[in-house]
């Protein structure tokens, strides 16, 4: 299996800052990533699809990065409906999620 | 818009057999690039895929739970289920249903909104 680091695995920030997530995966696994929002109670919600791509309908402040092993999520402009826990997940190998990132609006 | 939604008992005694379905309206689980997954989360926890059906009816299992797992789905029905066998609180959990679609990689992008389970001694 490919296990998938994610870091932070918390943060607060304000309204209007830019926000980074970071994902590592345990061996290359070329742009088979994708980042969800979980809000509290909640099913996960698709953000971003194949490391870039961003999912009908979610605004454009979200973005995402990286290929191989080394991958990231920026919020631009973070907003007060921002908040929640955020998750990595890999399909290049079996499918396996990274351990989340909550992210709280101070 | 696809829909999915997850029903069974919400307490299952340890040793038993956990049983859920999910029922999908707004689209054929028989057509299409779509693979049909269950995914768990203890409370607090993160995200673990289970196992899924693909269109053609074939399964795939996540490897560290692939003798206690089966998927099978009802196309009459428009349904799929997960019996995950010899259950201990351990596996005591939101469970989710969801469609995962492909492009390069496969991403979830229709899920159920969840269902507790309990396994209980």
């Known amino acids: 299996d490919i296990q998938m680091t994610q870091y932070p695995s918390s943060l607060s920030a304000s309204v209007g800052d830019t926000v980074t997530i970071t994902c590592r995966a345990s061996?290359?696994?070329?742009?088979?990533l994708n980042w969800y929002q979980q809000k509290p109670g909640k099913a996960p919600t698709l953000l971003i699809y194949d490391a870039s791509a961003l999912q009908s309908g979610v605004p454009p402040r979200f973005s995402g990065s990286g290929s191989g092993t080394d991958f990231s999520l920026t919020i631009s402009s973070l907003q007060p409906e921002d908040f929640g826990t955020y998750y990595c997940q890999q399909s290049y190998s079996s499918i396996t999620f990274g351990g989340g990132t909550k992210v709280e609006i101070k | 818009q696809v829909h999915l939604q997850e029903s069974g008992p919400g307490l299952v005694k340890s040793s038993q057999t956990l049983s859920l379905t999910c029922t999908v309206s707004?689209?054929?689980?028989?057509?299409?690039?779509?693979?049909w997954s269950w995914i768990r989360q203890p409370a607090g926890k993160g995200l673990e895929w289970l196992g899924r059906?693909?269109?053609?009816?074939?399964?795939n299992y996540n490897p560290s739970l692939k003798s206690r797992v089966a998927v099978s789905g009802d196309t009459s029905k428009n349904q799929f289920s997960l019996k995950l066998t010899s259950v201990t609180a351990a596996d005591t959990a939101v469970y989710y249903c969801a469609r995962g679609a492909h492009s390069v990689s496969l991403s979830f992008d229709y899920w159920g909104q969840g269902i507790l389970v309990s396994g209980s001694s």
């Open positions: 059906i693909y269109t053609d009816g074939s399964t």
């Open positions: 707004g689209g054929s689980i028989s057509s299409g690039n779509y693979y």
């Open positions: 061996r290359y696994m070329s742009n088979y």
